[in-house]
């Protein structure tokens, strides 16, 4: 079963950038997409960004514009550009493939 190991959150200011890295241990089928998802304390779990086999992205209406979901599929890796961040970006961010989620990263947006 493919392993998933999430790294690149840390702390950062409002209005600065993070890139979030997720590794799979495994080649990535084309055919099924990566999904970023975050929770924040208190929060339930939510959709942040899906990339296809094929670079499609789909995107939750709060992160569009200041998100990049991005994929390559040589290297078994999905990224997530963050870019404008807000404090209400501020949770632990996980990615997904089939039913393997990784341990998620701890993002923090604070001054």
């Known amino acids: 079963q493919v392993q998933l190991v999430e790294s690149g959150g840390g702390l950062v200011q409002p209005g600065g950038s993070l890139r979030l890295s997720c590794v799979a241990s495994a080649a990535l089928s084309r055919f099924k997409p990566v999904i970023w998802h975050r929770q924040a304390p208190g929060k339930e779990r939510e959709f942040v960004a899906g990339v296809a086999g094929n670079g499609a992205t789909d995107y939750n209406p709060s992160v569009r514009g200041r998100f990049t979901a991005s994929r390559d599929n040589a290297k078994n890796t999905v990224f997530l550009q963050m870019s404008s961040l807000k404090p209400e970006d501020t949770a632990v961010y996980y990615c997904?493939?089939?039913?393997?989620w990784g341990q998620g990263t701890q993002v923090t947006v604070s001054s």
């Open positions: 997904s493939y089939f039913d393997t």
